[in-house]
């Protein structure tokens, strides 16, 4: 059961923390990074404005039948407030170069302001203007308050029906002020840990293409089978409730990254591991109403080698990446491994993940997830869809670790049988309330509720008859929800629910799961 901690006394409802980015310090129900009342126009003046280079009548509409207001030429930018983050770092957001003609409602400036609080190094940016030199010239500022930058992305201590097991990750946003970001991250249990370096550079060598590196090695077991377990293996490591699968992984990923109009993210990347799996050469369980082989995950036997392209798309335009409002994030993602690439595994793996957040009056939001995922081929386990990362009531994995043997079944159908699979799709709503907006360690607490629906199985399933189960109960489908808060701190964002509660404690859990 997961467990994230700031002490141990609130320890039964805390979720991993990620980093508190974009939501500014002084930001009310109405007021933060997305309201439009904040942001029209884009900056304010600190001084009576010049006189225009072109005024709204002079100028044409826009494509959009805007009529433009009055525009000014830019002499030059200045940055205020930026005491650990380069200057260059700062003017990368600012679209517009110095001696373009622009106006005070420009949708690059808004732009620029939404991208500088999401990068989670500053927790307000304001924006103004000022006379130029010259008539009709202006001069951009860019007031920033920076965010402690060396952060908790993850600590947690927890247990499950198996194994006790905790986690630590921490990470720099902006190493030395350079706006590269580093990690690193720990995980173990017994006869478990694993380890993961990342390295992020948005702008390589000062270039609009990215640089990213991760490193991973996990010295692992996962858990196969249903009931009444039969294994044969040299180790013998099987139980009565689950046969066990050991294994070690050694690789990483390297790829560049594209930004294009602000919103759009395009990655490329070469993943490498190594994998040396002790397979057990047969085992049996009792599944789908009789004695059925156990598959292993697709694990290769010994050494192997995993090699893989993958190709990412990204598009966020929403106005937080901790306590969102409004906006859409959609993510496309493909991963092919092949022999052509000298990998032992031949699979394709596609994703799509799209959430829309819808703003209601006083702060108040609704969240629309999608989720549907496709894999052709037989890809290891850990690739897998797992049941844990759509089941509240099941833990996830940590860095890809599974420590858990529970399986979920709310409505009692055929979900039970499942856990790694090549078909997923899920469906949620989230209702989110704001409940404190602030200064100081704490900046936003919201509260939220949530209800969804998902499904899960093989390809294979869907061929074959659920000896068993009869009417709905042979949709592979299940119900999950949690209810909570959320708190925006200066160390990130920590999630207290219902479903972290029922996930600490083995034996609600249980109930809970199945």
């Given at each position: ?34 309201a439009?009342?904040e ?23 826009e ?8 525009k ?16 260059s ?16 409602d ?147 990923r390297?790829?560049?990254g ?21 397979v ?24 192997s ?5 993958s ?12 306590l ?40 108040h ?12 081929g ?74 969804g ?62």
């Open positions: 059961m997961r467990l994230r901690l700031l002490s141990a006394l609130v320890a039964a409802a805390l979720s991993p923390p990620v980093l508190a980015s974009a939501q500014p310090q002084d930001a009310g129900p109405d007021t933060g990074a997305g439009t009342e942001l029209a126009p884009a900056v304010t003046w600190t001084e009576e404005p010049t006189e225009a280079v072109l005024s709204g009548t002079w100028a044409a509409p494509e959009d039948g805007r009529v433009p207001g009055p000014y030429a830019l002499q030059k930018i200045e940055i205020k407030g930026n005491d650990k983050t380069m200057r770092v700062i003017s990368r957001y600012v679209e517009i170069e110095p001696g373009e003609v622009f106006a005070a420009d949708p690059r400036l808004v732009r620029a302001r939404y991208r500088m609080l999401a990068s989670g190094l500053f927790y307000d940016v304001q924006l103004y203007l000022k006379r130029g030199d010259k008539r009709g010239w202006v001069v951009l500022v860019v007031d920033v308050k920076e965010r402690n930058t060396i952060v908790v992305q993850d600590i947690m201590a927890g247990f499950s029906e198996i194994t006790p097991y905790g986690s630590l990750d921490v990470a720099d946003r902006s190493f030395l002020g350079s706006g590269i970001s580093v990690s690193a991250a720990v995980v173990a249990a017994a006869d478990q840990y694993g380890y993961r370096l990342r390295f992020n550079d948005s702008h390589f060598l000062d270039s609009d293409f990215g640089l990213h590196f991760e490193g991973l090695y996990a010295h692992a077991r996962d858990y196969f089978g249903r009931e009444h377990i039969q294994v044969e293996s040299s180790t013998g490591d099987s139980t009565r409730d689950y046969a066990i699968l050991r294994y070690d992984r050694a690789g990483g390297l790829g560049t594209y930004t294009m109009l602000g919103d759009n993210f395009f990655s490329l990347d070469y993943r490498f591991e190594i994998i040396n799996a002790d057990p050469v047969a085992g049996s369980n009792y599944s789908f109403g009789e004695t059925r082989p156990i598959e292993f995950g697709h694990l290769l036997p010994g050494h080698i995993l090699s893989a392209l190709f990412g798309v990204l598009r966020d335009t929403r106005d937080s990446t901790v969102p409002s409004e906006g859409a994030r959609t993510a496309f993602d493909v991963e092919l491994s092949t022999e052509v690439l000298g990998s032992d595994y031949e699979y394709s793996k596609f994703t799509l993940a799209y959430d829309h957040h819808f703003p209601l009056r006083s702060g939001s609704i969240k629309l997830h999608l989720f549907a995922g496709l894999i052709m037989d890809a290891p386990f850990f690739d897998q869809f797992f049941v844990g990362d759509f089941s509240a009531f099941v833990p996830a994995r940590v860095l890809e670790m599974n420590f858990s043997h529970l399986a979920p079944s709310v409505l009692g159908t055929t979900i039970k049988e499942m856990r790694y699979e090549d078909l997923a799709g899920s469906i949620g709503l989230e209702y989110s309330l704001p409940f404190y907006r602030g200064q100081g360690f704490f900046y936003a607490v919201n509260g939220f509720v949530g209800l629906v998902f499904a899960l199985c093989s390809r294979e399933d869907l061929r074959t008859d659920p000896k068993g189960y009869t009417g709905f109960q042979v949709v592979p489908m299940d119900l999950t929800a949690d209810l909570g808060v959320r708190v925006d701190t200066e160390i990130g964002l920590f999630v207290f629910s219902f479903a972290n509660l029922v996930r600490l404690i083995p034996d609600i859990g249980e109930e809970m799961a199945e």
